[in-house]
């Protein structure tokens, strides 16, 4: 058999190489979702930094005005985006930066959305007012809900941990 015949007879038998699979790096969700006392965009509270690190990825600028050790992750050429905040490396507070088109609620509210929704949808809350925003927040045991408002719309949402303060 000519050497070219061999090559093409392998060449058809093997199987076809597949490029490789392209690394995703972990990054912020572009559609973060709110599930109410558990997660914003898959961050929960008491998650690790590394935790974090691994969810969001390590594309984040450290805020250089905050009490408490906090990650800023924005969007490129954007000022919206979210945020985490640390005590002894665990998270003790994470929050929408700015209005991030696509979050939302597991119930479905969005970032846009009426505040008559959000307190259609969320009995209990209560109104607590921010500098420059207010926050429909409900306490739990463990966690703090808010969904923060600016006029008459959903502008953004939060987990804190009850010592924490509702405004971010």
Request: with cysteine.
């Amino acid at each position: 058999m000519p050497l070219l015949t061999v090559a093409l007879a392998l060449a058809l038998a093997l199987p076809a190489a597949t490029p490789a699979t392209p690394v995703t790096q972990a990054a912020v969700p572009a559609k973060g979702v709110l599930a109410p006392g558990k997660s914003l965009g898959g961050v929960r509270l008491g998650d690790t930094t590394a935790a974090v690190r691994l969810r969001w990825g390590s594309r984040y600028e450290l805020c250089r005005v905050c009490e408490r050790t906090t990650w800023l992750y924005t969007s490129p050429g954007r000022r919206t985006g979210a945020a985490v905040s640390f005590r002894t490396g665990r998270v003790t507070a994470v929050f929408t930066l700015g209005a991030p088109l696509g979050w939302h609620t597991t119930q479905g509210l969005q970032l846009g959305d009426a505040t008559t929704q959000a307190m259609d949808l969320y009995k209990g809350f209560a109104w607590n007012r921010c500098i420059g925003y207010g926050a429909l927040s409900l306490r739990g045991r463990n966690v703090v809900t808010s969904i923060y408002t600016y006029g008459e719309s959903v502008y953004g949402f939060a987990l804190t941990r009850p010592s924490e303060p509702v405004c971010q």
